[in-house]
């Protein structure tokens, strides 16, 4: 099911929806660490932004900014960590 875009899709919506529209970014204090075994870490994702044409963004330890395709494969487990992340801090839109 991670790996079906539909599914992607509506995680990439759900994240979309619970941090602010702006081009502020949000930054982890402890980073997400995706892994796809106990010993195998796919993305490590320092920070998240939404930028202003509505495109997911990513900061990896680089601190360089990578957008999500929900039709990339092991997108499901990027977004899954990431909506997890965001649903468990509560973020949301600020006026």
């Excluded at 529209?21 to 010993?39: C, R």
């Excluded at 994702?45 to 990578?66: A, F, Q, R, S």
């Excluded at 997108?75 to 006026?95: D, E, H, P, V, W």
Aim: proline fraction near 5%; aromatic fraction near 10%.
């Amino acid at each position: 099911m991670l790996n079906d875009p539909e599914y992607n899709q509506r995680l990439l919506d759900e994240c979309k929806r619970l941090i602010a529209v702006t081009d502020t970014a949000i930054y982890f204090p402890d980073p997400i660490s995706v892994k796809i075994t106990p010993h195998t870490e796919l993305f490590r994702c320092y920070g998240v932004v939404i930028t202003k044409d509505d495109e997911l963004k990513l900061m990896d330890p680089n601190e360089e900014w990578h957008g999500v395709e929900v039709e990339q494969k092991n997108a499901g487990y990027i977004l899954q960590s990431l909506f997890q992340r965001l649903k468990s801090n509560s973020y949301r839109k600020t006026a």
